[in-house]
């Protein structure tokens, strides 16, 4: 009974180059949400996800930040010429329907830009 | 501008003490309330939630939700060691075809032995 799976578990990137931060849902889950979590503040929502489509990305960046579901696949958080600033733990998480609302959080991806 | 508040802490109770985690939320019209506990360094962890005015007992755990005053609470009892950790309130808002969980900032409990 696999979780929330998260890869990779750490990564280290200098400033100016792409992060990829990938997440796997619970099997049957079509909803995953993408949280990023600064050293001692709160989880901040960034964006909403279903299978091909961006539900709400209210959180996300203007810039340099894209996220992605496809059809086949994990999702995809995509931050582009990273800066320091980004160096944070990004949480993926998945629920199985909209209006069931509990979120199952992977073990997270620590960024670090150098 | 929806806002889950938490006093910061830290928490410190005595082993087997009863610890007392407080949550308030602005937004009025929120559905769903869960409580997280995430260990340092590690992911949130879902260990209750509830959707009604009044009391859910889950073990040693016990939610309590007032939506007129807009408070949510979490009670655990014989508390232990293992229980220090940060205590995150989480609010959901579903509007329409969509929702997302808003967090507090969370309380960090230190239970003494």
């Known amino acids: 009974n696999a979780g929330v799976m998260q890869n990779p578990r750490h990564l280290v990137r200098r400033r100016g180059q792409e992060a990829r931060l990938r997440c796997s849902p619970v099997k049957g889950h079509s909803h995953v949400y993408w949280y990023r979590q600064l050293p001692e503040e709160g989880l901040k929502f960034m964006v909403y996800?279903?299978?091909?489509?961006?539900?709400?990305e209210s959180g996300m960046p203007k810039e340099r930040f894209s996220a992605e579901f496809p059809k086949e696949g994990p999702s995809i958080l995509r931050i582009q010429q990273v800066v320091r600033g980004d160096s944070a733990a990004y949480f993926c998480a998945s629920s199985p329907v909209a209006t069931q609302p509990e979120q199952f959080f992977g073990p997270g991806t620590r960024l670090t830009v150098l | 501008q929806k806002e889950v508040e938490q006093n910061s802490g830290p928490l410190s109770v005595p082993e087997g003490a009863i610890a007392s985690l407080n949550c308030t939320y602005s937004?009025?019209?929120?559905?769903?309330f869960f409580w997280y506990r995430q260990y340092s360094g590690k992911s949130p962890e879902l260990i209750m939630s509830?959707?009604?005015?009044g009391d859910k007992e889950d073990g040693r755990f016990t939610a309590q939700l007032n939506k007129a005053s807009q408070y949510v609470s979490l009670l655990i009892r014989d508390s232990q060691p293992s229980d220090s950790a940060t205590y995150l309130c989480a609010v959901f808002h579903y509007g329409g075809s969509q929702g997302n969980l808003i967090f507090g900032k969370g309380t960090k409990l230190s239970v003494k032995p």
């Open positions: 996800l279903q299978k091909e489509n961006i539900i709400d």
């Open positions: 509830i959707y009604s005015n």
């Open positions: 937004d009025r019209v929120s559905q769903s």
